[in-house]
């Protein structure tokens, strides 16, 4: 039977958030979502991130003291504004979860000069993070979702400033890659807060193959339409797979991890091209001057 709740598939329901602030991102349905609402249960004043305001204040109703920032992630002021009004609205962050996420099916390129899908999946939270790192408490969790298709990506920086020969899946498997290596390098930068990241699962129900390449986003629609108790044996619900970045928020088996990736609400080996201690230090400081664009 398919979990109803995130926070009970991920081991976490006796966890107390009372009195923490939580910032969800990409929260107006799906994976988001779900995560939302369930850090809500465990007791988190939950702010939720999107770009549709009718959804993301749906959200938020639904939440005992919700509130909904709107933000598009390709526009870095508007991520700045985010990290601004977050700040102004709580003082002190005690979790970060980068769940927002995107696939474009044709290649373009975002205001900042790199391709979009790097753009909103990687620069965008980076972005954020570095923005809000001020507000973080010294035991907050910065919680980033990645994804299993990173083993099958490479890194070219220089690469990411053009849309020559772009394939969709491709990009979405980089900017995946780049999540993993922006964990670890965040982790080592950091000096109090954790940062880890995760492979949520395959989610056809998570919206994010909306702009995917028309065979792909059949395919997932297809899977969409399955029963839950149906589906659950082969990919996985918004449910299930927000349990892994609860458990990264709430979990008090994680305090003090840092640097890891997940899976299962299990800590897993990433691929061998995300323990690249210099392609992360390397991707760092591209992304400062990236994210200043």
């Known amino acids: 039977m398919a979990t109803e709740h995130a926070e009970l598939g991920a081991g976490v329901s006796d966890a107390d958030l009372t009195g923490q602030s939580v910032l969800v991102t990409g929260a107006t349905s799906g994976i988001g979502r779900e995560t939302a609402l369930a850090l809500d249960r465990l007791g988190a004043r939950v702010l939720i991130h999107g770009r549709d305001r009718e959804q993301g204040e749906a959200v938020a109703a639904a939440l005992d003291d919700g509130v909904f920032f709107g933000a598009d992630f390709e526009d870095f002021d508007a991520v700045r504004g985010l990290a601004a009004r977050v700040r102004e609205r709580v003082g002190t962050l005690d979790a970060l ?158 305090a003090g991890v840092s640097g890891r990736y997940f899976g299962d609400c299990e800590e897993k080996r990433p691929a061998q091209r995300a323990l690249d201690d210099d392609l992360a230090a390397q991707l760092w400081e591209r992304s400062v001057e990236w994210a200043a664009e």
Do not use: Q
């Open 97 to 254: 979860v980068n769940n927002a996420g995107a696939h474009f099916s044709a290649g373009a390129l975002a205001p900042c000069g790199v391709e979009r899908t790097f753009a909103v999946n990687h620069l965008a939270p980076f972005l954020l993070t570095r923005e809000l790192r001020s507000a973080l408490a010294d035991t907050a969790r910065v919680v980033t979702v990645s994804s299993a298709v990173h083993r099958n990506a490479t890194l070219d920086l220089d690469a990411v400033e053009s849309v020559e020969n772009y394939d969709g899946l491709d990009a979405y498997r980089r900017s995946k890659l780049a999540n993993v290596l922006f964990t670890r390098e965040l982790a080592r930068r950091l000096d109090g807060p954790t940062a880890n990241c995760l492979h949520p699962g395959v989610v056809p129900g998570s919206g994010l193959w909306r702009h995917a390449s028309l065979p792909v986003s059949m395919g997932v629609r297809a899977l969409a339409t399955l029963p839950d108790a149906v589906l659950e044996r082969i990919a996985d619900t918004p449910v299930t797979a927000a349990e892994t970045s609860v458990y990264l928020a709430a979990s008090p088996d994680v």
